[in-house]
């Protein structure tokens, strides 16, 4: 048997070693981020806490929670999150479960096809976006979050591909049997594609919770952000050149542990989520593979 | 079988990461075109004006000498920083200070939009509305960098604001402008001023030494007067243990130069000073033409300085991986005895110090001299901290200058019994106790102060202003510490309010700035970036850090240092210097 040879234990062990190393290399900066938010301030402030706090407290965290803003943009991302999932999954399946046909089924399925594939290809860039978002009046709700970003063509694609490799025989079958397009694609398409929906949603459940940059641009009142963007306005170092000299100002600028407590609530959901959806992602976005 | 699958999963997810990371960050906003000039939403400039009382003290503009009868509606974009705290219920656009600007003098500020000014935001915003073709609000206000507010005064959207400063600044502000020769230079263009400064208190910018004096007394150490000494004092610092742990682990003095050798905090360039210039500005050569410091001789000097406190472990050997926090960060755990910086280092980042190393105790320092016996400093800011810009279309233009007046002639410097003697308003940035005292500390008497969403800051409706703080008075400041230095007694609310709220050695420190003021060098070049700036600028400036950096590491030879020089001056710097000293004689020939 060749999985017994030494060739390929040396290979499983080797594997192993660096898929570990991987693992270390992520889970290290969650810790570090852990201990700061659980550390006093000073030390934190001067680079001296590595993977244990220093001086164990919880003020950050409650300091964090009592914090209006962040509640506010906890929320709105929750909302942003679920609307914007529930939008990419409908126009992705729709389009996917239609543009999966031959040719022959669907007349112009060509011209659509190449129609959002050149979306994909060419944007127009940051700044015609936000005139056509501006003309449009969304500037200011949170369609322009969702909105824009709604087709995601590559999963699209993926989708599709994951349609078309269904036996066509099921299909048959079922139109035999009186259904329609609606039936076809609800009762029978969407059950067997569930491993690659639930893939497609956590892309989506991750993108939409961690995108900021749209937030910046569109949204014209920083109450209304949503979290990764508020995370990344008090993140980010400021630009301390500028201080004045006021006392009151300079006391409140080390705030280093309640930046990683905020930091952490804000990667908690995504934690949260992703071992229930992992396990499909094997099977998830398998292109191609047999299925007969 | 099994492999393949787990291969192509892994393809086909790196593949979906990258098309999300592609698609994230669509950050070409300069390539962009403006394609189509939008048009722009109603911003509805100034609201109505026109109805004029026809009163007799009633100006043309509709002001009664104290308030605008009709009030007047002011459209701008606000950067929210970092020290704005507000109460609950109340917002940028409904709070205290805007009822009292609309109530007290008619200006009813209006935004188009509010952003949290971190990670250059406001910068970004501002920067899409130019290249969008938005139509801009009536008021502009922009701290930072002079390449955005060129920006703005090139769209032709802000007028030559020159004769309303002349006709409706206060006294208060034309003597704060005038005390700087030099004020409008960087936004002059044809002889018209286009923009507003905001003034800021002045030598708040400057540097000074601050050593560990638990240390220094520890080792019986004399301060400083010469760049030798000072070595001597380093060297101790890092052979004779002042921490007393029994190891070799501290430094001599904190830097950081991963960005730049002219920092604003764990500064190095002032040893660059010690050597008769400073690098990364235009300073003032013999025969009165600008030349760039960080080529000038006296930097080769500096750098070999420099070598040896590398090599002898003075400096930490990860300065070049610093900036001005990382550098600051070694002096606050403890590990490095000395830092050059600004005099208000007591009331942050020092406090972090005091907590991690129990018994810590430091101190201002004037800088030594060189060899030579030259010192020379930064300047610091030159009592301008930002810009106003005023739309050619805006109804009423003077409203700004009438806002801003108000803050110079009631809060810059109140008297005694005034309106703002305490602070803003009540119940916000002050309180009265029952025994007629001022308090300021929300967290002990929260019920004088009420509505706070969080008690651990000030909430200060001064910086909802339009002109980011009320109104400064540039000389204030340090004329109050060094008078408060000098052990007089504080007599207005001004300082009174320093001498209750400023550390001993933030004082102390004033007055070492004051006294060392003439060690000051000033950057001479203040205009808008030249042609071959723009262009060069960024290769010329790695050229040099990367030059600096080797041979500071000892990777090179200090001799590098005259080949690099040749090569900057090939590859544009000659140019440059040219272009510079034409924009100098220009500008300073008016």
Known sequence: MYY?????????????????????????????????????????????????????????????????????????????????TFMTMSVIILAGYALSKDASVFKSRNIYAWYFVFTMLFTGGMIPSYIVVRNLHLMDTIWALVLPGAVQVFNMILLMNFFKATPKEMEEAALIDGAGHFTVLFRVYLPLAMPSIATLSLFSIVGNWNAWFDGLLYINNYRNYPLATFLQTIIVQQDFSKLNPDVNELKNISQRTVKAAQIFIGILPVLIVYPFLQRFFVKGIVLGAIKE | MQLKRVSSVLLVSALAFSVTACSGNGNNAQNEPAATKAAAESTNAGGNASATNAAGNVDETGWDGSKYVEPITLTTVKGIGTNYFFKNGETMENNVMQSYMKDNLGIDVKYDWIVTDTNDAYKTKLRLMLSSGEKMPDVITYRGDMETVNMLIDSGQFMDIGDLFDKYAGDNYKKGVELNADTWLPVTRDGQRMALPVLDYAYNDDMLLWLRQDWMDKLGLQPPKTLADFEAIMDAFVNKDPDGNGKKDTLGIATGFKNTFLGWMGDISWLFGDYGTLPGQWNKSADGTLTYGSIDPGAKQALATLKTWMDKGYISKDSGLKDENGAAELFTKGQAGALVGRNWMPDWPFGDLLNNVPGAKYKGYPLPAGPDGKIGAQSGNPSVNGWMLINKDAKNPEALLRYYNFFFDNWANPEKGSEFENGFAEGYDWAKLPDGTITKDPQKYPDLFPDYADRTHLVEPIYYTLTFEGARQPSLYADTMSKLANGEAPVTPYEIQSAAIRKPENIEAMKIVLEQKDIRMKNYFQGPLTETMKQKNELLNKLINQTYSKIIYGQSPIDEFDTMVDNWKKSGGDQITKEVNDWYNSASSK
Request: charged share 10%; net charge positive.
């Open chain 1, 4 to 84: 017994k040879t030494t060739g390929y234990r040396l290979f499983t062990v080797l594997n192993y070693c660096i898929l570990l190393l991987a693992g270390i290399l992520c889970i290290l900066p969650i810790i570090h981020i852990l201990a700061i938010s659980f550390s006093a301030s000073a030390p934190a402030n001067s680079h001296l806490v590595g993977l244990w706090p220093v001086d164990f407290n919880i003020e950050s965290y409650t300091k964090t929670l009592n914090n209006p803003n962040f509640s506010r943009a906890f929320v709105i991302s929750l909302g942003r999150t679920v609307l914007g």
